[in-house]
Each structure stands twice: as structure tokens, then as C-alpha cells.
């Protein structure tokens, strides 16, 4: 890439950083997106949204970012590259990829996060081989068998509905008493006749020989320790930051998560954040685009104070 100066730099594509892109493009900023791997970050672990505004009754994840690409594309202003950042430097504004950097006025962080693992013996060694976090991807091949699903809020919920279309049975296990997914989903699920709900249990191991063929729980009351049958298990315990990369240069929360204001501000002068890697209350699509569009206003709004 030639050294052109960017009016902004959206580091991340999935929701947050395709509407911080869209914004940008509508205000005629000079405008880089940074996506290491695909458009749409972690909503295409799901297959259907439901509850965005507009769209109908429901809309596939995949035609939803096909969407959000569809309307930046209208904008020559704002350039799409797929690179991995290494580093930043916040005061030059300048952010290092593999080989080359690239500069702009302002930074949007953008970068989500990812799935939790949950730690146990059996995790890393069954990775696929029964062991998966992405229901839409590896569910499919489980056709008419009996999985398992950790975990209790709304991902959990939705991933547990989504197989039991052609599991035989699913499994959901959670910590807990209670869930803390939405009414709604609890709702739904509750009429799955083919998902058995086991609740109050933690996971101790995830066993098998050349692939899964349990997960070893313990009652967190008795103490008892039994087997669930299964031969895969689907985990949903939560969210990681990607924020590996930006180390002890800006703000962060104890879990690794960006500390900002109500305008998207970090620490670090003419940088903004915003969808899953921003410390907040709900991570959902819809916040994750209000805060991508909040971004690129404060951020104009920055440059107009420079």
C-alpha cells in the first residue's frame, strides 16, 4: 500500500466497524477499514437475527453483513483491506501491519471479541473433533445425534434452539439454577421437546478416546459427579476481547475490555472504540452499531476541534 493519509482508521469489520465505515463514508471521510479475517465478526456464528429493527421477522446473518458491505461499497471514500494489525502507535496514529503501516487522524477500535473457553481437560484435545463454539459452522454434522451445549444466556439459548432442528437431543448445561438469557428465548425453549435442560452442574472434563464422547459434570449441591452422553459439545460461556494487541497502551478493564466514555472516547487522544471490545452492559448487534455511528460523529466532531 502507497503511504496515502487517511481522514480515519476503522480497525475491525464486523457490525461496530461496518457502520463506523458507512458513516464515515456518508460524511466524506478519507476512510480505512482493517478486518484480519472476514466481514461480520462473530454474528456469523449465528445463522438468523431476529430481533433487528427493520428487517422483517428475521434476516440470515449472511445477507444482513452482505447488506452493511452493499451500502459502503456506494462510498469510493472508503477503501476495505484485509491485513492483521500488529501495533499502534496512538501518537503518531499510526497502526503497523505485517509488513507496512498505514496513518490516518483518528483510530475507531473496532476488533470484537471471541468466545470463551471454559478450561477444562478435554477442551484443547477434542477441538474439532466434537469440541466446537459455532453451532451454524460444525452443527450440521451432527444430524440425528445427542450434543451438549454449555452455557446460559442468550447465545446458549439460541445456539441450543438452532440444533435441536436435527439433533435427535441436545444437552444444555449450565452452572447456574437459573439462565440468564432474555424471557423470551427461556420461552421458546421451554416448547423444544428435544432439548433437556440440566442446570445447576459444572463441567469437570470433556472425555473420549479419539473424539467426544462425554462431558463429566459434578451437582454443585451434592457434590455427585455423573456423565452426559454426547459426541459433541458446543460451548457459550461468554466473551474474550480482542485487545491483545494494544498491551498497556490504552485503557482497559481487568477482563481486557476498552474503557470509554459516552462518545466512544478512550484514553488515548483522537481514538475511539466501539462493539464487543468496548466495556458495556449489552453486547448485542444493535448497540454494537449505534456505537459505530457515535464513533465517526465524535470523531468529526474531534477534528473540527484540532
Known amino acids: 500500500m502507497d503511504k496515502e493519509k487517511f481522514d480515519v482508521i476503522v480497525i475491525g469489520a464486523g457490525p461496530a466497524g461496518l457502520t463506523a465505515g458507512l458513516y464515515a463514508g456518508r460524511a466524506g471521510l478519507n476512510t480505512l477499514i482493517l478486518e484480519k479475517i472476514s466481514l461480520g465478526g462473530r454474528i456469523l456464528l449465528t445463522e438468523k437475527i431476529e430481533n433487528f429493527p427493520g428487517v422483517g421477522k428475521e434476516i440470515l446473518s449472511f445477507d444482513l453483513v452482505k447488506n452493511m458491505e452493499d451500502q459502503i461499497k456506494q462510498f469510493s471514500n472508503v477503501k476495505i483491506l484485509f491485513e ?4 499502534i502507535d496512538f501518537n503518531l496514529k499510526r497502526v503497523y501491519l505485517e509488513d507496512e503501516y498505514c496513518q490516518a487522524q483518528g483510530i475507531i477500535i473496532a476488533t470484537g471479541a471471541k468466545e470463551k473457553k471454559i478450561g477444562v481437560k478435554g477442551e484443547e484435545e477434542f477441538l474439532g473433533k466434537g ?10 454434522f451432527y444430524k440425528n445425534k445427542d450434543v451438549a451445549v454449555i452455557g446460559g444466556g442468550d447465545s446458549a439459548l439460541e445456539e441450543a434452539i438452532y440444533l435441536s432442528r436435527f439433533c435427535q437431543k441436545v444437552k444444555l448445561i449450565h452452572r447456574r439454577n437459573a439462565f ?3 424471557p423470551a428465548l427461556q420461552s421458546r425453549l421451554a416448547k423444544i421437546p428435544n432439548i433437556e435442560i440440566i442446570l445447576n452442574k459444572a463441567i469437570l472434563e470433556i472425555k473420549g478416546k479419539d473424539k ?3 462431558v463429566l459434570i459434578k451437582d454443585n449441591i451434592s457434590g455427585k459427579e455423573s456423565l452426559v452422553d454426547c459426541c459433541a459439545v458446543f460451548i ?8 491483545d494487541f494494544l498491551k498497556d497502551s490504552i485503557q482497559l478493564d481487568e477482563q481486557g475490555f476498552i474503557i470509554t466514555d459516552e462518545t466512544m472516547a478512550t484514553s488515548q487522544e483522537g481514538v475511539f472504540a466501539c462493539g464487543d471490545c468496548r466495556k458495556k452492559t449489552l453486547y448485542q448487534i444493535i ?3 449505534a456505537e459505530g455511528a457515535v464513533a465517526i460523529n465524535s470523531f468529526t466532531n474531534y477534528l473540527l476541534r484540532k
Open 84 to 87: 492483521q494489525v500488529k501495533s
Open 212 to 214: 467426544v464422547e462425554g
Open 131 to 140: 469440541v466446537s463454539y459455532c453451532a451454524v459452522c460444525d452443527g450440521p
Open 180 to 182: 440468564r438469557a432474555s
Open 236 to 243: 457459550y460461556v461468554g466473551i474474550k476481547p480482542n485487545t
Open 287 to 289: 448497540t454494537a452499531c
